[in-house]
Structure formats: structure tokens, C-alpha cells
């Protein structure tokens, strides 16, 4: 009895190991992410082109957070996995994964271009609106319905063609996201294998049916199990895992360095003005720069030093995303302040005017 008891301690603390290497080989591989992008952003020269705000960083999160957590943490436990039914499990969950990610790429590009797409084809009810609703009991209660047709649903490939009509796709990031999402041979066999998978039959399945000449053919030791093989599906596995770290760089490139700009609209030039309190340099639009031909003075809430100063034109100037002029342009109607030759406020003047 004491025997069998202490080889099962043994056994426990052997599968402890186990998890143990597991967790610390995901964690190098994720700080490994977070350097590559890191290193990525400092590549990146037109930092103050782009508008960004906050919820800009939660977009690129989704994609590194499910890198990490849904493809990263499967990847190793698929590497490192010791049985049939293991490497069976594994293989097709990261297989699942790794092309899931071009989905996610999909609704993330829709919200950050808002292009309008619905997020699904059915409506689910989101539980961040209704806490007390789960998609589980959604799906099982069978209440859903069909989205709206006029309402097309988030697709990788309606996305395309969404920003195909609305932007100018001249971009070096965009491009370059395509040709690896559709071009990429490694990841090109990975949707491949994941068709087979959903479509024909599990990956390194010990079962195999196949139909020859009218005829199905049923084979319970298939030679799909071949650790070769096995072999070679992880290591497809890590290159396409590079690739999609790569499109997430990508990404990054869209959020920080270079959005695409709208049809409809074009890129704006601003000055660049001094704050006369902290010699920080802020961009001002020529709406308000054109008061100064009346010889007034501005003055705005410096954000750097949280003073509200007058400020100087420097004479440089600078090319920014239309979204960004925008921004920029609403932050001057709300703190700035245009004085004339007599110290007043123009803007003063015109409300006691009103009253």
C-alpha cells in the first residue's frame, strides 16, 4: 500500500515538473513578444501624425493578450505534449487558434476603422450591457436571430473590401498585413489544415475515412500519428506564430505611425507653436492661427505644464492625419483663448455681447 503510494507521489510531482517547465517556458516566449514589439515601436518616426487615444491601446491588447494567452500557452503545451491523445488535443486547438487570430485581426480593424460591420451573424446579447446574460445560456435558450442582411457581418474578407471603398489603401502597414494574412504560404497551410480539421477530421486522429472509387474506406490505424509529422506541425506552428506577431507590428504601425486616411477627407497641416510658460511645443490649426494676422496673442491650457499661458509660433509646421486635426481643432475651441491689441478676450467680447 505504501508503495503504491509514494509512485503516486512521484507520478504527481513528475506531472508538477511538467506544468511547472510548461509555465516558464510560455512566460520567456511572452516576455520575447513584448521586447519584439517593443523594439518595433521605436522604428516608428511619425509618432505625432496619428490621433490615438486609450482605447487605441486596447485594440492592439486584444491582439497581444490572445498571442499570448490563446496561441502562445497552447503552442507550448502542443511542443511539449508526451501522448497520442495529447498531441491530438493540442495540435487542433492551436490549429483552431492560430486561425482564429485572423478573425480577431478582422473585428479589430472594424472598430479601429469603423467600418460599421456587424461583430456577428447572430445577435448576442453583450453580457458587459447585461451582466446576468452569459452566451451559453443565449446559444442553449436558442433565442438568437439572424443579423439583419443589409447589416453585413465581420469577415476578414468584408473587411478588405470595406476599406477598399472608404480609404485610401496606399499603406505600406495595410499592405503588408495582406500579404501575410493571405499570401503567407505558412500561414496559407495553416487555414488549410484548419479546413481539414473542421471540415474532414481531427489532426493526427488515430481514425481515418476516406472515399475511393464510390466506395468509403474506414481505417482505425492511420499513419497520421507519424512523430515526424508531428514535428512538423509544431514547427509550422512557430513560424506562423512569428507572422502574426509580425501583423500585430503591423498594426502597431496603423495606430502610431501611419493610419489610413479617408476618402473623403485629406491630410491637414499645423503650426507648431511654443507655450510661453514651459517651452513645450504643441500644434495649433490655422483656424485660430489666422488671428494672429490681427495682431492678437493666443493663449491655451498647456497640457505639458497645466498652465494657461500665451504661446509662440515657432514657424515650423507639420502634416497630421485628419483625425488628428479634428481633435486638435475641438481642444482649441474648448481651452483656447484669443487676446486682442487692448488685452481682452475676443471670445469674452462676444459673450457679453450675447448677454
Known amino acids: 500500500m505504501l508503495k503504491k503510494f509514494f509512485l503516486r507521489r512521484k507520478k504527481d510531482s513528475r506531472e508538477y515538473n511538467s506544468e511547472n517547465k510548461n509555465k516558464v517556458e510560455c512566460q520567456k516566449l511572452e516576455k520575447k513578444v513584448d521586447k519584439e514589439l ?8 511619425r509618432l505625432n501624425y496619428n490621433y490615438w487615444d486609450f482605447s487605441t491601446l486596447q485594440y492592439r491588447e486584444q491582439l497581444i493578450n490572445y498571442l499570448k494567452k490563446n496561441i502562445i500557452y497552447v503552442y507550448v ?25 485572423i ?17 456577428l451573424r447572430n445577435n448576442f446579447s453583450p453580457t458587459l450591457l447585461n451582466p446576468t446574460t452569459n452566451i451559453i445560456d443565449q446559444v442553449i ?14 469577415s476578414w474578407g468584408k473587411v478588405k473590401e470595406m476599406i477598399g471603398k472608404k480609404y485610401d489603401v496606399q499603406n505600406d502597414y495595410y499592405e503588408k498585413t495582406k500579404a501575410i494574412l493571405d499570401s503567407n504560404p505558412d500561414v496559407t497551410a495553416m487555414k488549410n489544415l484548419r479546413n481539414y480539421s473542421v471540415h474532414y477530421q481531427p489532426l493526427f486522429s488515430r481514425f481515418e475515412i476516406w472515399s475511393k472509387n464510390n466506395n468509403i474506406v474506414f481505417s482505425v490505424n492511420s499513419n497520421n500519428r507519424a512523430s515526424d509529422q508531428y514535428q512538423k506541425f509544431v514547427e509550422l506552428a512557430h513560424r506562423v506564430i512569428k507572422k502574426e506577431l509580425l501583423a500585430i507590428h503591423y498594426f502597431d504601425g496603423m495606430c502610431f505611425d501611419q493610419k489610413m486616411v479617408p476618402k473623403d477627407r485629406k491630410n491637414e497641416r499645423v503650426s507648431i507653436f511654443r507655450c510661453d510658460n514651459c517651452n513645450s511645443e504643441l500644434m495649433v490649426t490655422d483656424y485660430f492661427k489666422d488671428f494672429l494676422k490681427e495682431k492678437c496673442k493666443l493663449k491655451i491650457l498647456c497640457e505639458r505644464c497645466k498652465q494657461y499661458s ?24 474648448n481651452n483656447m483663448d484669443v487676446i486682442d491689441s487692448n488685452g481682452r478676450s475676443i471670445f469674452q467680447d462676444i459673450n457679453d455681447s450675447n448677454t
Open 103 to 119: 478573425d480577431l485581426y478582422a473585428q479589430v480593424l472594424n472598430i479601429f476603422y469603423r467600418l460599421g460591420l456587424k461583430p
Open 141 to 154: 435558450n436558442g433565442n438568437l436571430k439572424k443579423c439583419d442582411k443589409q447589416e453585413p457581418a465581420t
Open 310 to 333: 500665451t504661446i509662440t509660433d515657432t514657424g515650423k509646421s507639420q502634416i497630421v492625419h485628419p483625425e488628428k486635426y479634428d481633435s486638435l481643432l475641438v481642444n482649441e475651441l
Open 38 to 45: 517593443e523594439n518595433g515601436l521605436k522604428k516608428f518616426k
Open 77 to 101: 503545451l502542443a511542443k511539449n505534449a508526451d501522448s497520442d491523445i495529447d498531441r491530438e488535443i493540442y495540435a487542433n486547438t492551436l490549429c483552431g487558434n492560430l486561425c482564429s487570430f
